[in-house]
């Protein structure tokens, strides 16, 4: 047998932590079947704005029940807009990172609010929760607390600056972050002003980092039986995220600069003005090259001593660049396409959102997912991104609105009294 299958052999007698899948269903009002890897996972989702929900919507997609616990007022980002959905107070900024969540609204700052929370501790696997450390701990919902109600409990506190160290009880921002961690002093134009990404990209890639250390600890929970705390912060995340900018900067000493959509190392590897737009073209080795300039008809830069190998090219970076822009500016982005359809080199246009929703390659995959909605009707939303040849992940229910499913956790989930349950609304403990 060779190597590469022997190793396959041995990976896939890995054991499973994931149970065989089963119906979450409590009863109809409550929730639907459902499928998916994480569908008898149940995860108790403190978190509000972008961060933690991320993290908790990409569980959420996985198949797992998210209970989102929001305040009386709700997740901050319901109110950033506008736009709002029409009827509603809630913007499509929230709608974006809560979908397959239910909401319920309670009060922490009570002893019967903090009950609840405690009941709903002892039934789920995991907790998520984005406060400033310690700041839970003493509302008696933190770590310290629930660790105790349940031993087995995955907690994932997501933070701006982590648990210790001189910025612990600062707030973190996704653009103060990246401020802070390198990263808007490496984006934007060669001898322009620091550039703020289009999205919060921090915010995201801490959502992704706690996720899949929220998987690791399920996994060691299925061999050991044992909870955990897991810390993820926004500032380590981000610098982790500069990769060869940090590695360069940390052995040779070298800073790292802004070269708007150019590469410091690779050339060409940029933004290209076309008749119409902008088309990105990227040549990371001389085959590549090769076959550009031939696209291009310009074969006499392949024998040219200054562009002969990228170490080369990146020494005369401002010619070849001077070159391929005055060629590129005289086609449409539409026929720069068509004619590096098949080339071996990566090239594509500068889309704004419009034409990002009409290529067909979107279209075909079915990307964009449409689901009903209590207020709005419908709600269109990018879909999970990553596919599993077996167990599901998908967009099953829209972003709640604020509490909606209060009474439905607290009846069906919990096991509430309803006698109970008109106490705690009417004493507005829960909304």
């Known amino acids: 047998m060779r190597l590469v299958e022997r190793l396959i052999f041995k990976c896939i007698k890995v054991t499973k932590f994931v149970a065989t899948p089963k119906q979450c269903i409590l009863n109809a009002k409550f929730s639907t079947k459902c499928d998916g890897l994480l569908s008898d996972i149940n995860v108790l989702d403190l978190t509000r704005v972008v961060a933690g929900p991320f ?11 998210v209970i989102k616990v929001e305040s009386l007022d709700g997740d901050e980002a319901r109110k ?54 310690g700041k839970l701990d003493k509302l008696g919902v933190g770590y310290e607390k629930l660790s105790v109600i349940n031993p ?27 401020a802070m961690g390198g990263m808007l002093n490496a984006t934007g134009e060669k001898n322009g002003n620091p550039v703020k990404p289009g999205v919060a990209i921090t915010d ?16 060691y929970r299925n061999k050991t039986g044992r909870g955990q705390k897991i810390d993820c912060d926004l500032l380590s995340t981000q610098i982790s995220s500069m990769i060869n900018v940090a590695n360069i900067y940390l052995n040779c000493g070298i800073e790292g600069h802004r070269w708007g959509t150019a590469h410091a190392n690779l050339v060409p590897y940029q933004a290209f003005k076309t008749k119409d737009g902008f088309i990105v073209i990227g ?27 990228n170490a080369s090219r990146v020494k005369h970076r401002d010619e070849i660049v001077k070159i391929i822009s005055e060629i590129i500016v005289t086609k449409t982005k539409k026929e720069w396409s068509l004619i590096f359809k098949n080339a ?22 079915g990307l964009v997912k449409e689901l009903p ?24 229910t829209a972003p709640p609105t604020l509490g909606q499913h209060t009474r439905d956790v607290l009846s069906d989930f919990l096991g509430y009294h309803n006698t109970k349950i008109d106490g705690l609304f009417e004493n507005k403990i829960v909304l």
């Open 204 to 219: 995201v890639t801490t959502g992704l980092h706690a996720f899949g250390a929220i998987m690791t600890a399920l996994y």
């Open 373 to 396: 909605h209590e207020v709005a009707g419908t709600i269109k939303m990018v879909g999970p991104p990553t596919l599993y040849s077996e167990g599901g992940n998908m967009a099953r």
């Open 55 to 65: 993290c908790t919507m990409t569980l959420g997609d996985l198949g797992a029940n």
């Open 283 to 309: 040549t990371g080795s001389n085959a590549q090259f090769i076959d550009f300039c031939k696209l291009i008809n310009r074969e006499d830069l392949i024998t040219d001593e200054r562009f002969k190998d």
């Open 80 to 133: 950033w807009g506008p736009p709002f959905i029409e009827g509603s107070k809630d913007s499509y900024y929230f709608m974006a990172i809560n979908r397959n969540k239910k909401s319920i609204c309670i009060d922490l700052k009570t002893l019967e609010g903090k009950q609840v929370v405690y009941d709903l501790a002892r039934k789920c696997d995991v907790v998520v929760e984005n406060f400033l450390p």
């Open 152 to 178: 087995k409990l995955i907690y994932c506190a997501v933070t701006g600056f982590g648990p210790v160290g001189p910025y612990s009880r600062k707030p973190g921002y996704d653009v103060v972050i990246s």
């Open 344 to 365: 071996s080199f990566p090239n594509g246009p500068v889309n704004n959102m419009g034409d990002v929703f009409s290529d067909e390659h979107v279209q075909e995959i």
